[in-house]
């Protein structure tokens, strides 16, 4: 049956979780996630999860799903090395730097692919087996046919698919909404959330919340990617409390087991949500629009206002409310936006399917629709996060001589002196010990395998307990005292070439990428487009004019276009804006993957600093990237026209607080630019 993996903001939360049914949690830890608003796990939390998924059979994946700059990566490798020790079931990763630093010096840690890689494609995820990942999770943006075409085509390598959440207005990891207005990086965990926010249309003149999508909610479809082995199913959702986690996984675990969910969806509901639908899972042209209206939380419906008096109003309920329930309407901003009015629900009287509630407006509320955005009996019971911690298995060798015990595990070894006479009586001298060393209390090592080697002179050796106890106790602190080590990262990183990119304006065409041929000083470029749903398509064009141009240099901006590099080593190519090479090792990968044709790259686009030696240095960009690239076609979400009559290229001007933008609209893909960015 498909995984079901639970967002976890923190320890109770996670616990929660497990509580409510999930198969699996995934969390950040206090630096390189994504989610930085969440609380998230100190080593201590993690100690205490990791133990306590060991002993209930559950999974544990840890997002380090940020981007890393050189700077970082002493502090980032600290990290990796403190999660080798937890054996957590995956490390979430994003950053292709520590995708190298983890297969090279953490071997043992399983890789996942984050939907910040923006992975969509059949090559994309061939590459990421590549590289070495056990498991992917897939962009958003992909319908049922898609998911079910990479599954089909990539058998034996773990998929997991978005079911339940907010769905971003741009691809995971291409937008720059946030950094471009607020500086505030998405890739940092930072993202201000500006698709939630409104704009203004400037030929209508029309404001709205033209990017803010609608929640995904794929109850009915869970079962359909069961079936066609998709491996995990995940939930978003770790800035949400313990509420809106239990209430997710009780409904998704009654919709697999094939349960009775009445009152399951009113719950999610309650505790958030805004409008939803199934997303791109059923994209398709001339579907209903995928944008929300109103960005917030909008909760259940519960009624209608039929009547108004001075201090109270009437509501015919569609839905039970209680005292305490907190509760709101809609009314019209200056801008002729939806805004909430939330008060606390306090009833007065009640009969039948009306109840009066205590509030005062001066405004007409009859025939406004009411919401329950809270409900006073939804309070998830507090875990008790007093947990034992986890101790990591190792082997253990004793050694039992003539006149001493012996202890060894990871090159640590202990000697208590005893004189070793024989028993009176028959013992199981190996069950004795393991029961001893069993034991290990607050140590954070345990007992994983025992060889004992009896070299006593006698077939059954007297083995006092004191001192067996004693032999235990001075191992454990011995190995305690071995502080976790990160490995040493003293691989070759230098500097193989340095070859100046031009400026990245210069290689643009209608769109930030062109595969039509740029020349500039004396080399001719291209640049491919970070998403296609035509892959065979876009490798068709670039082997054609590979083929027309024997000098040509590539520009690479997907990681499933690696594979296309690697077929034609003849030819040289470059990471692009949106391969994001921050650091050194993440340069050190794709020179490991392309080989010698591998020239370098732009630096990441947020930084204008980098620390060598890099194995082929980057040229600084201060190019500025597009706000959002998205599948939501703006024309039909946002303007409401219909596909019908769609020729394939529209432009629009939208603006925000003073600041222009224009949108382009080729073929279903937006793409939302700054005016007057660098070109």
Not at 239 to 249: E, I, P, S
Not at 273 to 290: A, E, I, V
Request: proline content about 4%; aromatic content about 8%.
């Amino acid at each position: 049956m498909i995984e079901l993996a639970l967002p976890a903001g923190n320890l109770e939360s996670a616990l929660c979780a497990f509580r409510s049914g999930a198969d699996a949690v995934y969390f950040g830890m206090k630096e390189f996630s994504a989610r930085k608003g969440a609380v998230n796990f100190d080593e201590e939390d993690l100690s205490k999860i990791s133990r306590h998924a060991k002993d209930n059979g559950r999974r544990i994946y840890v997002t380090v799903n940020t981007l890393v700059d050189d700077g970082e990566i002493g502090k980032a490798n600290s990290l990796l090395s403190m999660l080798d020790f937890y054996e957590p079931d995956g490390v979430i990763v994003q950053d292709l730097g520590l995708v190298e630093i983890m297969r090279r010096h953490y071997p043992a840690l399983p890789l996942h692919g984050s939907t910040q890689l923006a992975v969509h494609t059949v090559e994309g995820v061939r590459q990421m087996q590549d590289l070495g990942f056990s498991r992917v999770v897939l962009s958003r943006e992909l319908t049922l046919d898609e998911i079910a075409a990479i599954r089909q085509a990539c058998p034996d390598v773990e998929l997991k698919v978005f079911i339940h959440g907010a769905l971003c207005y741009g691809f995971s990891g291409l937008c720059m909404a946030s950094a471009n207005v607020c500086g505030r990086s998405a890739n940092r965990g930072e993202c201000a959330q500006i698709c939630r926010t409104w704009f203004t249309e400037e030929e209508s003149g029309r404001s709205g919340w033209f990017f803010s999508m609608e929640d995904l909610a794929a109850g009915r479809t869970l079962k359909t990617l069961d079936e066609m082995g998709i491996d995990s199913a995940k939930i978003e959702g770790r800035l949400k409390g313990d509420a809106y986690v239990a209430a997710l996984t009780r409904y998704y675990r009654a919709v697999l087991e094939g349960r009775d969910t009445d009152g399951l969806e009113d719950e999610i509901r309650t505790t958030f949500s805004r409008r939803s639908g199934q997303g791109y899972l059923d994209y398709r042209k001339g579907r209903p629009s995928l944008l929300s209206g109103y960005p917030s939380h909008l909760g259940l419906e519960c009624g209608r206002i039929i009547d108004q008096g001075r201090e109270t109003i009437t509501v015919a309920l569609t839905k039970s409310l209680a005292n305490r329930d907190g509760v709101q309407y809609f009314t019209k901003n200056r801008h002729g936006l939806d805004e909430a009015v939330k008060f606390p629900c306090r009833i007065v009287s009640r009969g039948g399917d009306k109840a009066m509630l205590r509030w005062h407006s001066d405004e007409d509320l009859v025939g406004r629709t009411l919401y329950k955005i809270s409900s006073s009996t939804q309070n998830e019971r507090r875990q008790n996060t007093n947990l034992s911690l986890f101790s990591k298995p190792v082997p253990i060798k004793v050694t039992i001589g003539s006149d001493r015990i012996e202890a060894e595990a990871l090159g640590v070894s202990v000697r208590i002196p005893v004189s070793i006479s024989p028993a009176k009586t028959p013992a199981d001298i190996t069950g004795q010990i393991t029961e001893i060393f069993s034991q290990s209390d607050t140590s954070r090592y345990t007992l994983g395998t025992l060889e004992v080697e009896n070299m006593s002179g006698t077939d059954n050796p007297f083995l006092p307990l004191s001192f067996l106890k004693r032999l235990r106790r001075d191992l454990y602190q011995k190995l305690d005292a071995i502080q976790t080590r990160p490995a040493v990262l003293d691989d070759d990183l230098s500097c193989i070439r340095h070859f100046i990119l031009p400026r990245r304006e210069l290689l643009e065409g209608d769109l930030p990428w062109s595969l039509d041929v740029k020349e500039v000083d004396g080399e001719k470029y291209i640049t491919l487009p970070p998403v296609t749903f035509d892959e065979e398509g876009l490798f068709a064009e670039v082997e054609r004019l590979l083929a027309e141009h024997e000098d040509l240099i590539v520009g690479i901006n997907n990681i499933g276009q690696i594979r296309l590099a690697k077929r034609h080593p003849g030819h040289r190519w470059f990471a692009d804006v949106y391969m994001y090479q921050a650091n050194a090792w993440a340069d050190r990968l794709l020179k490991d993957e392309i080989g010698d044709s591998f020239i370098g790259g732009y630096l990441w686009l947020e930084r204008d600093k980098w620390k060598a030696p890099w194995p082929c240095e980057p040229t600084v960009t201060r190019w500025q990237a597009p706000s959002f690239i998205s599948r939501t076609c703006f024309r039909h979400d946002a303007m409401g026209e219909p596909c019908s009559t769609c020729t394939g290229r529209y432009d629009y001007e939208i603006s925000q607080n003073g600041v222009q933008y224009v949108v382009k609209v080729r073929s279903c893909l937006s793409v939302v630019e700054m005016k007057g960015r660098c070109r």
